[in-house]
């Protein structure tokens, strides 16, 4: 079964504006950590914000939060004031307190219009 | 000052060929790991080490053979070569194993090509 879903593989935002990328995930772990991920055009990989399942607060890294509904199982990542700079394959991953490795979703493209 | 580094970044090769990635990290972490991302784009785990000592091994032919000279370096060899090894390898590292809160940290990728 699929651990991470993200379900909008592409999405078009407008310089400055916000945007919402979704993402799903599936655990009977009680203890698990979301992690997101930016990758550009250059290809690597850029760790941008955690989030563990037992945090209260929803975590938050200068424009990046994440919008977390435990019921859910939901981590939504949102950007703000979003940058042509931004444009890039963002990925959620999920490592499980049971489990070394990361899971991670298919990705979302974001394209930021000027 | 790299955290994670891979070399060589890109890798063009005949089917068949024998070739290695290396990868090295200078963040003092305990393990790493290799991933494959094929050209959907989608991101799978294939070896871990913790302290030079192999933890996962997922279904990946025995073709790949990971080695682990000591903690800051993991690299990747592949014996006979096919096509569909054709994808973009990562390493990445951690400070710690068995903790969820743990944040893994990437290299740049080395894409191979297999002709």
């Known amino acids: 079964a699929q651990k991470i879903t993200q379900t909008q593989p592409g999405m078009f935002v407008q310089e400055k504006e916000a945007v919402t990328l979704d993402c799903t995930y599936d655990t009977s772990d009680q203890s698990y950590g979301l992690f997101w991920y930016k990758q550009p055009s250059s290809g690597e990989m850029i760790f941008l914000i955690y989030?563990?399942?037992?945090?209260?607060q929803n975590a938050t890294e200068g424009r990046y939060s994440l919008n977390f509904q435990k019921a859910r199982k939901s981590a939504n990542l949102v950007i703000s004031a979003s940058q042509l700079g931004d444009s890039a394959m963002y990925f959620c991953a999920m490592r499980e307190g049971t489990d070394y490795k990361l899971s991670f979703g298919a990705g979302t493209t974001v394209t930021v219009r000027a | 000052d790299t955290a994670v580094s891979q070399t060589p970044k890109y890798l063009v090769t005949q089917m068949g060929n024998d070739k290695s990635i290396k990868c090295e990290q200078n963040?003092?972490?305990?393990?790493m790991y290799w991933y494959k991302q094929d050209s959907k784009k989608f991101l799978k785990i294939m070896f871990s080490?913790?302290?030079?000592?192999?933890?996962i091994n997922e279904t990946v032919p025995n073709r790949f053979s990971p080695k682990s000279p000591d903690k800051a370096h993991l690299n990747l060899h592949i014996n006979s070569l096919e096509l569909g090894d054709s994808a973009v390898y990562f390493c990445?590292?951690?400070?710690?194993?068995?903790?969820?809160?743990?944040?893994?940290?990437f290299g740049p990728g080395t894409r191979l090509t297999v002709l």
């Open positions: 990445a590292s951690s400070q710690e194993v068995l903790t969820s809160t743990d944040t893994q940290y």
């Open positions: 963040l003092g972490h305990d393990t």
């Open positions: 989030q563990g399942s037992y945090d209260e």
């Open positions: 080490y913790n302290n030079k000592e192999l933890i």
